[in-house]
């Protein structure tokens, strides 16, 4: 099987999920190939905003741009949902070597990209802003210091740069690696997934789709009554990750910042915008405000599908034949 991932890619085989984190769901594992670094811009151009040909089933951007895994490059930034949606599909050869049934390439959806980044360094925070587990506030300029979570270098500048990124496979982040092989899933690059939550303002109605593609939607309720906990239905707010529902990934329980965060969970964010009636996922968010509470179980609701960020790319997978 290993000879057939598309390159630039690492497989997550469906044996070697992490079975303990869903041993009390009933979701199913999967193999798939997962781009084993941020994609560069490698041809064409992105376009961003609401395509034209938007509907219920489908999403397709005029976006021409081709995002292609590899080391060495640039990591693409400043692209929208769609746009990052849209430039995973346009990848060229997109699958398996000698497969029978060709796979077409999507933007990593949450479940992938939990899976995938499992075994990946996630950093302990002691105090906000303050120490680092093991490196006591010491500025990393040379070598290697694990994931890049907060896009600075230097982490006794408390300075916020959007150009302080690695490139990919850079030997700054040789240590932000995960079982499956692929880096930088934590930090770097915030990165949006094809997760759209619709009607965030009720809990009754809200439901999460993704695309897999330009095609297929697939909808989950997630009100309330269903998940069997409350998430807010107004304003925006920002929590540490109490615990955390493997089933649905979300928070099932947390605290405000001003509380004691759980060390199991790494002190990770959890952060919700319900200001409007949908939101995209964005994970491993790493801007200063928050990016030392970044890691795997960190996830934010509060970006629109057309926003751009000079900090934020995306990923894509592609599944098994």
Request: proline share 4%; aromatic share 12%; hydrophobic share 35%.
């Amino acid at each position: 099987m290993a000879g057939n991932v598309p390159n630039g890619m690492v497989m997550v085989h469906s044996d070697d999920w992490p079975v303990h984190e869903f041993a009390n769901t009933n979701v199913v594992p999967f193999t798939y190939a997962i781009d084993k670094w941020e994609p560069y811009l490698s041809s064409g151009s992105i376009t961003n905003g609401i395509p034209g040909g938007c509907g219920l089933n489908s999403c397709v951007s005029t976006t021409t741009g081709v995002l292609t895994s590899a080391s060495g490059q640039t990591p693409v930034a400043s692209l929208d949902w769609y746009a990052g949606r849209k430039g995973c599909a346009n990848r060229a050869a997109a699958g398996y070597t000698g497969a029978n049934t060709p796979r077409t390439l999507h933007m990593t959806t949450e479940m992938e990209h939990f899976v995938a980044n499992y075994g990946t360094p996630d950093v302990y925070y002691t105090s906000f802003g303050n120490q680092v587990t093991g490196y006591s506030n010491i500025a990393f300029t040379s070598g290697y210091g694990g994931c890049n979570i907060d896009l600075k270098h230097n982490y006794t500048d408390s300075t916020y740069d959007v150009n302080e990124y690695y490139l990919t496979g850079d030997i700054g982040t040789k240590n932000c690696i995960s079982r499956y092989g692929s880096r930088d899933l934590i930090g770097n690059f915030a990165e949006v997934i094809d997760g759209l939550y619709e009607n965030l303002t009720s809990n009754t109605l809200r439901q999460k789709s993704i695309y897999w593609g330009t095609a297929d939607r697939v909808t989950t309720v997630i009100s309330d009554a269903l998940l069997g906990y409350a998430v807010p239905t107004a304003g925006s707010s920002l929590h540490y990750v109490q615990d955390w529902d493997y089933q649905n990934l979300l928070p099932k329980s947390y605290l405000g910042t001003t509380s004691n965060p759980n060390p199991k969970f790494f002190l990770d964010l959890f952060t919700w915008d319900a200001t409007a009636s949908s939101r995209i996922v964005l994970i491993g968010s790493n801007a200063w405000y928050w990016g030392s509470h970044s890691g795997r179980f960190e996830k934010a609701f509060n970006w629109s599908a057309i926003g751009t960020s000079a900090a934020v790319s995306t990923r894509c997978s592609i599944l098994s034949p």
